[in-house]
């Protein structure tokens, strides 16, 4: 299974704020390896530098998808205009 496909996965069912953290937690277990890999002088250390980029981009894509749905949300919720009267809202529905 491919990056890709446990990243979707984890998306569906943990949501993608819960993704994001995964991401997040992700990235920095490879650059932990990536560390203790250059230490000890092994070959293989660029899958690491790999794995780091790959989840650092998804989160940031990720944050980028989740702002823009969260400013959709607050910007589409029509609110009726309220204003306020002897410290008593009024609706300007229920005004005439």
Known sequence: MYN???LEALVRE???ENAIIYCRMESRKS????NDSKR???IGSSEWEHERDWWKENETELLTIKSKN???????KKQPKVRSYNKTVVSSKNVR
């Open 4 to 6: 890709k496909e446990i």
């Open 14 to 16: 943990f949501g993608v």
């Open 31 to 34: 650059q932990l390896m990536l």
């Open 40 to 42: 000890r002088g092994d």
């Open 70 to 76: 969260d400013e959709f949300v607050r910007t589409s």
